[in-house]
């Protein structure tokens, strides 16, 4: 049975107070460099970046204000990483026209030699869809669509066509393509559309904090799915862990984090790999950069190959 791989959600770019710890809101761009840097060193399959354009006054208490753009996050970080794959975790690609988009990551593919991984979701935030002038209730359609007309928008023709309810071009041009022959795209979300989304559109399913106990069945059905569907090739199964704190801490890292040496926490982690599942994406209990980047080295050093 393979290994995991392990990614991470960059700290800084995205802070809602349901992850974000509280040395991250002095944090800035040298700091997700060290991070970034940090995660390529370390063994690190990705690092993901989070989407949103506007937040509204009465969400705004929980999730602050704080979301990086990610494609201008990812790009700066590509400049600095050489392996790290760049992960849009995930991109509300129904809040812009496919065209656009395509524009976007395709660039952002090129300049980084190929390391991107296009994360795509239904979104949830009816005002960012209000100001865009989308249909919030849509948005499952409007996603739906999106993929498709990205999938021809990132493949190898220089001038892309679809032809759909929503969108509808051709005979126009842009370069650069993307790096790869096959930009992969992952689909998040944990609802029953998003689950039958990735499996019939995606190539692989990013969840949306399934607790360990749901996975096994999420997984069964988007294999019953493709295989209904008789859709073959590789498929990417994702899972969010638990957070972690290599060692022994001497502080309040949560009930709910997973602490212990690297043995102890690689046999936590493997049950994962048992599940069905490919990659987890990490998140480190951390006081302070220099902490997290010290667990992430350690995590990658101690852990990760007994995976």
Known sequence: MPA??????????????????????????DDLLAVARAADRAGFAYIASCDHVAIPRRLAPAMSTVWYDPVATLAYLAAA?????????????????????AKQYATLDHLSGGRLI???????????FEALGVDFDRRGPVLDESIDALRAA?????????HGKLYDFEGLGQLPR????????????????????????????LPQGDPRDRLPA?????????????????????????????GKPDWDVGRRTLSGGPEELAES???????????????????????????????????????
Not at 83 to 101: D, E
Request: charged share 20%; net charge neutral; proline share 8%.
């Open 4 to 29: 995991l791989s392990y990614g991470i959600q960059l700290p800084v770019q995205s802070q809602s107070t349901l992850y974000a710890e509280p040395w991250e809101a002095a944090a800035g761009p």
């Open 178 to 205: 993307p790096a790869q022959e096959h930009v992969p795209l992952w689909v998040g979300g944990s609802s029953p559309a998003a689950v039958r989304r990735a499996a019939l559109k995606g190539d692989g399913w």
């Open 218 to 246: 999420q997984i069964a059905r988007i294999r019953r799915l493709r295989e209904e569907s008789g859709i073959e090739g590789p498929f990417t199964v994702g899972a969010i862990a638990e957070p972690l704190y290599v």
């Open 81 to 101: 990483t050489e392996r790290v794959r760049l992960l849009s975790h995930v991109a509300v690609v129904g809040l812009r026209h496919p065209l656009l988009t």
């Open 154 to 162: 990132l493949g190898p023709d220089e001038f892309p066509e679809h």
């Open 118 to 128: 296009l994360g795509v979701g239904a979104g949830h935030v009816p005002e960012e």
């Open 269 to 307: 982690l493997r049950a994962y790999r048992a599940m069905g599942v490919h990659q987890i994406q990490l998140r480190f209990r951390a006081r302070s950069r220099a902490e997290l980047t010290d667990q992430m080295e350690a995590f990658g050093e101690r852990t990760a190959p007994a995976l």
